[in-house]
C-alpha cells in the first residue's frame, strides 16, 4: 500500500524558517518524481514544485510565487522528500501536502499525503 | 500560465441524478493533460481522471472525462451518497500544473 505522511508543520513568523518531511512507503521511491501541494484556507490547490527522480537528472522546478524561496530535496535511501521553506510570509500559510508525481514528473498526481499545516503569523 | 475555469460553483442535486462539471481553460491544454479530482472535508484531494477521459484504477464507471483543447466536462452519471464533495480539475500539459477553483456538488 503506499503511504506518504507529511510531517514537520507549525505555527511560525514571517521571515522565518520551515522543513517539512514526507516519510514514504509502498513504492520504489527512487523511481517516480516527488510534488508538493499546498492549499489555503477555502481555496483551491496550487502545485508549489517538484523533484525529479535521479534517472530524469534530480532536477527541481518551482512555481513562480515560491521560487528562491523553497528548496525540494530527496534522500532515496530512506525515501523520503523534503521542502525547505525560507523567509517565510503570511500568504505561505495553507496544508502543505506531498505528492507522488509521474515517473516523468507529469505534475499529475495519484498518491497524496494527509497533508501539515503551515501558518505563518506573528 | 493556464487558468482553468469551473462552473457552476455549486451544483446542488439529489442522490440518483446525473451531475455535469464544467473546465474551460484559457488555452488550449496540450494533447489533453487534464484531471479531475475530488476532495471531501478534512482530507486530500483524490485523482479520479487523468488524460481527460482515463480512469484511475478502482474509481466507479459512473464517473466519466470528456473534452478537449480548452473544454472539459466531468460526468457524474447517478450520484451516491459518497460523491458529495468538491470536485477540482487541474491542467497538467504546461510548466505550472494549475488547478481550477473547484465546484461544490452538495446535496439538494
Known amino acids: 500500500e503506499v503511504q506518504l505522511v507529511e510531517s514537520g508543520g507549525g505555527l511560525v513568523q514571517p521571515g522565518r524558517s520551515l522543513r517539512l518531511s514526507c516519510t514514504t512507503s509502498?513504492?520504489?521511491?527512487?523511481?517516480?518524481?516527488m510534488s508538493w501541494v499546498r492549499q489555503a484556507p477555502g481555496k483551491g490547490p496550487e502545485w508549489v514544485g517538484f523533484?525529479?527522480?535521479?534517472?530524469?537528472?534530480?532536477?527541481?522546478e518551482y512555481a513562480a510565487s515560491v521560487k528562491g524561496r523553497f528548496t525540494i530535496s530527496r534522500d532515496d535511501s530512506e525515501s523520503i522528500a523534503y521542502l525547505q521553506m525560507n523567509s517565510l510570509k503570511t500568504e505561505d500559510t495553507a496544508v502543505y501536502y506531498c505528492?507522488?508525481?509521474?515517473?516523468?514528473?507529469?505534475?499529475?498526481?495519484?498518491?497524496w499525503g494527509q497533508g501539515t499545516l503551515v501558518t505563518v503569523s506573528s | 500560465e493556464i487558468v482553468l475555469t469551473q462552473s457552476p460553483g455549486t451544483l446542488s442535486l439529489s442522490p440518483g441524478e446525473r451531475a455535469t462539471l464544467s473546465c474551460r481553460a484559457s488555452?488550449?491544454?496540450?494533447?489533453?493533460?487534464l484531471a479531475w479530482y475530488q476532495q471531501k472535508p478534512g482530507q486530500a484531494p483524490r485523482l479520479l481522471i487523468y488524460?481527460?477521459?482515463s480512469r484511475v484504477t478502482g474509481i466507479p464507471d459512473r464517473f466519466s472525462g470528456s473534452g478537449s483543447g480548452t473544454d472539459f466536462t466531468l460526468t457524474i452519471s447517478r450520484l451516491e451518497p459518497e460523491d458529495f464533495a468538491v470536485y477540482y480539475c487541474?491542467?497538467?500539459?504546461?510548466?505550472?500544473?494549475?488547478f481550477g477553483g473547484g465546484t461544490k456538488v452538495e446535496i439538494k
Open positions: 505528492t507522488r508525481d509521474t515517473v516523468v514528473g507529469a505534475k499529475r498526481f495519484d498518491y
Open positions: 509502498g513504492f520504489t521511491f527512487g523511481d517516480y518524481a
Open positions: 523533484i525529479r527522480s535521479k534517472p530524469y537528472g534530480g532536477t527541481t
Open positions: 488555452q488550449s491544454v496540450t494533447s489533453g493533460y
Open positions: 488524460g481527460a477521459s
Open positions: 487541474q491542467q497538467y500539459g504546461s510548466s505550472f500544473g494549475s
